[in-house]
Nanobody, 127 residues
Framework: QVQLVESGGGLAQAGDSLRLSCALSGRTSSIVYMAWFRQAPGKEREFAAAIRWSEGTTYYADSVKGRFTISRDNAKNMVYLQMNSLKPEDTAVYYC????????????????????WGQGTQVTVSS
């Protein structure tokens, strides 16, 4: 089992920056990818960014590319999402997720591709 706890959400204005953190515990040796998903009110949960836990290869949704940066600190078992140039459409609950399966193209951008989830942290961006 892997436990994930997010922190760092809050209120921001358009153009501001926020950094989300995700603390990992438990059987972290099983993790291949870590990701951030988000879910806006009335919408389905969607992929935002991911990172290969061992080597650091990153992946981004087009909607956040160039504005968000995912990173990890393996020694501290932490994953981060630096969000710059925030827009009102970034308003959502942000979830940290862990994937134990190999093969990015076999579900790396899909909710069902992840085995463990945090409880989520709210990010609200006003115009």
């Amino acid at each position: 089992q892997v436990q994930l706890v997010e922190s760092g959400g809050g209120l921001a204005q358009a153009g501001d920056s926020l950094r989300l953190s995700c603390a990992l515990s438990g059987r972290t040796s099983s993790i291949v990818y870590m990701a951030w998903f988000r879910q806006a009110p009335g919408k389905e949960r969607e992929f935002a960014a991911a990172i290969r836990w061992s080597e650091g290869t990153t992946y981004y949704a087009d909607s956040v590319k160039g504005r968000f940066t995912i990173s990890r600190d393996n020694a501290k078992n932490m994953v981060y999402l630096q969000m710059n140039s925030l827009k009102p459409e970034d308003t959502a609950v942000y979830y940290c997720a862990a994937r134990t399966a190999l093969g990015w193209f076999q579900g790396g951008r899909l909710v069902r591709g992840y085995d463990y989830w945090g409880q989520g942290t709210q990010v609200t961006v006003s115009s």
